[in-house]
């Protein structure tokens, strides 16, 4: 057999490299496109079906009907606080909807507090899409309603978790309110986002930032931070960055067995009535 020349060889492998090469740029420049393109399918998991204060185990909760200032219809649940207590304004996370949040907020309700609970845009019976400035639209409209509601800010508390804690940061850094409760909280969405894709320039490429720890230092209110150690989607140390840029007065609770959906289950909603019951009661 007659061997090819050394040099033909050569220019054959490297041709050959080229296009692997070619190839997984391409690939790549595929990847992080579809990524950029469906980001926010991956950032928000809405379930749109309509849920029942009666079926999540409120039926006390009376479901209202708010409007965003850019029009967006959205739904909540209320009931008023008893015997001068505290309200409030409970901001879910990423998934489902507030169907899901009855057992949470069954507590605070036994409590004696008062809680609306807001349905984010396209979640559970809520029009339109979420979008982190239509978010920040939906919890003001919610604030608002509460206000309109003689609802005194020295009586209204703000609860963020998850994604929700996002929303709340912001408000508080807007209004004055009584106390904020951050649970499973992030530093900022983009912080979260470039952990799990590391290999992608995602503080170029993310539409919906939720810049938390820019914004901490200028809350005034009293801050509660809850984290699980063991939380698989939100690092504790996002909550504990957090918690170190805010001003006090703050307190941290750090769970160590606690994971991301279950530090109700570790003692979270009693420390956080608790803390409630110290900062925004009579």
């Known amino acids: 057999m007659v061997k090819p020349p050394l040099t033909a060889a050569i220019w054959y492998d490297r041709r050959t ?9 391409v690939a790549y420049l595929v990847f992080v496109g579809a990524l950029t393109l469906f980001q926010r399918r991956l950032m928000y998991h809405p379930d749109p079906r309509p849920a029942t204060p009666a079926l999540a185990g409120v039926p006390e909760m009376e479901p209202l009907a708010l409007e965003a200032a850019d029009g967006v219809r959205l739904v909540a649940w209320y009931r008023p606080a008893r015997d001068g207590n505290a309200t409030v304004l409970y901001l879910h996370g990423n998934a489902g909807n507030i169907g899901m949040r009855g057992p949470k907020v069954r507590a605070l309700l036994d409590a004696g507090l008062g809680v609306m609970l807001l349905s984010w845009r396209g979640y559970g019976g809520s029009a339109g899409a979420p ?17 309109r509601r003689g609802v005194a800010a020295n009586r209204l508390v703000l609860y963020g978790e998850s994604l929700g804690s996002g929303i709340a940061v912001q408000l508080a850094t807007e209004r004055k309110i009584a106390a904020l409760v ?23 490429l993310l539409w919906d930032k939720f810049e938390s720890i820019a914004k901490i230092a200028a809350v005034t209110a009293p801050i509660l931070v809850m984290h699980g150690e063991r939380d698989e989607v939100i690092p504790v140390d ?22 991301h959906n279950d530090l109700d289950e570790q003692g979270a909603l009693a420390m956080a009535i608790a803390f409630i019951r110290e900062r925004a009661q009579p």
């Open 17 to 25: 490299m080229l296009r692997f090469a070619l190839t997984c740029v």
């Open 131 to 147: 979008t982190e400035a239509g978010l920040y639209d939906d919890g003001r409209a919610a604030f608002d309603a509460l206000a």
């Open 182 to 204: 951050l649970e499973a909280p992030f530093a900022s969405a983009t912080e979260v986002a470039a952990g799990a894709y590391p290999f992608v320039p995602v503080c170029w």
């Open 238 to 259: 996002q909550g504990k960055r957090l918690f170190e840029r805010a001003t006090a007065p703050k307190q941290i609770a750090l769970f160590p067995r606690g994971r």
